[in-house]
């Protein structure tokens, strides 16, 4: 299957600096990357999501872009706030099937006050 | 809306026993589910999709004797974990998909642990 990598494993912020977390992917058939945000003990919920034919994807704070020649992908989050501290997950479809990925290892994202 | 609901919340059983775990889409049909196992601070671990009225498919590593999965209805699918032994403790959550071009929707886990 599928192979998703992603970098760093934890990260630090101050409230109200940015924060990237970067992803690469090896199936270059890959043409749906969505990442999911989820809170201890929770559900993963989806905040935000990009498909191949898509180079960037803008949400309110919340940014995804994708390098398809490259294959990796990054989720940008600007003016963080404790509220977005949580671990943060990409994942890569597996070809042209959207309902199919692979997560990535996850990120651990604090944002300190 | 797109709300799925995973039953039990959390398990403690002894070693050998069986559990059954439910994944149900309370308002809308899911024609695929998937199923995931996470281990502490680790990822979402992708075992099997489940398509209503076949067969899984299983990952690459996954005993489909030891995971049983039933999908019997466009709104439910259940795992079953047979003959649990300690090893097997693990956070299992399952999602749910409408179909193509769909986003999964996530249930909220099941807590296993086996003594």
């Known amino acids: 299957g599928e192979n998703v990598e992603q970098h760093p494993s934890t990260l630090s912020v101050q409230e109200g600096d940015s924060a990237v977390i970067k992803c690469t992917y090896s199936?270059?058939?890959?043409?749906?990357f969505p990442w999911y945000k989820q809170e201890l003990g929770k559900r993963p919920q989806l905040i935000i999501d990009?498909?191949?034919?898509?180079g960037e994807k803008k949400d309110q704070r919340i940014a995804v872009t994708l390098n398809k020649t490259a294959k990796h992908f990054s989720l940008h989050i600007t003016e963080t706030q404790p509220e977005d501290s949580a671990v943060y997950f990409c994942?890569?479809?597996?070809?042209?099937?959207?309902?199919?990925?692979?997560f990535g290892s996850g990120t651990k994202l604090n944002v300190k006050p | 809306g797109a709300v799925v609901s995973q039953h039990p919340s959390r398990v403690i059983c002894k070693s050998g026993t069986s559990v059954k775990i439910e994944c149900r889409s309370l308002?809308?049909?899911?024609?695929?589910m998937f199923w995931y196992r996470q281990f502490p601070k680790q990822s979402l671990m992708l075992m099997a999709t489940?398509?209503?009225?076949?067969?899984?498919?299983?990952e690459q590593g996954v005993e489909k004797d030891k995971f049983l999965i039933n999908h019997a209805s466009l709104t439910l699918s259940t795992l079953t974990v047979t003959s649990a032994h300690p090893e097997d403790s693990s956070f299992y959550i399952c999602?749910?998909?409408?179909?193509?071009?769909?986003?999964?929707?996530f249930g909220d886990g099941t807590r296993l642990s086996i003594l």
């Open positions: 489940s398509n209503e009225g076949s067969k899984a498919t299983y």
């Open positions: 994942a890569a479809s597996e070809g042209y099937n959207f309902n199919k990925f692979y």
């Open positions: 199936d270059s058939a890959s043409n749906y």
């Open positions: 990009i498909r191949s034919n898509v």
């Open positions: 308002d809308f049909q899911a024609t695929t």
């Open positions: 999602s749910a998909t409408t179909g193509a071009d769909q986003p999964q929707h």
